[in-house]
């Protein structure tokens, strides 16, 4: 599976912000979806995770009631929607797939990665 994600940018704390994931793969709907983000000189974390159908989401409490994950199989892209960023959300965010069928914010459970893209919030 090729994942290529897309949408950051610069953007004032405050403002919203969607990435975009798209997947090559023709199975998509298979793939439990998740976004993770490292920030310079920090460890990579996990921000949400979708399951197969989209019914069931998970997110950092970091991000909770400001982020939303989506999905669109038949178009076999992932969102992730931010609203209200702060400075703290500056990151590389990625995009990422599981072959597990729930849910999961472990990173070792997702074997494929798209390149990242960058997000920067000023204050």
């Known amino acids: 599976v090729q994942l290529q994600a897309s949408g950051g940018g610069l953007v004032q704390a405050g403002g919203p912000l969607r990435l975009s994931c798209a997947a090559s793969?023709?199975?998509?709907?298979?793939?439990?979806m998740g976004w993770f983000r490292q920030a310079p000189g920090k460890e990579r974390e996990f921000v949400a995770t979708i399951s197969w159908g989209g019914g069931n989401t998970y997110h950092a409490d970091s991000v909770k009631g400001r982020f939303t994950i989506s999905r669109d199989n038949a178009e076999k892209m992932a969102y992730l929607l931010m609203n209200s960023l702060k400075p703290e959300d500056s990151a590389v965010y990625y995009c990422?797939?599981?072959?597990?069928?729930?849910?999961?914010?472990?990173?070792?459970?997702?074997?494929?990665w798209g390149q990242g893209t960058l997000v920067t919030v000023s204050s």
């Open positions: 990422a797939a599981s072959t597990r069928i729930t849910p999961t914010q472990a990173e070792r459970e997702y074997v494929y």
């Open positions: 793969e023709r199975t998509f709907s298979r793939y439990t």
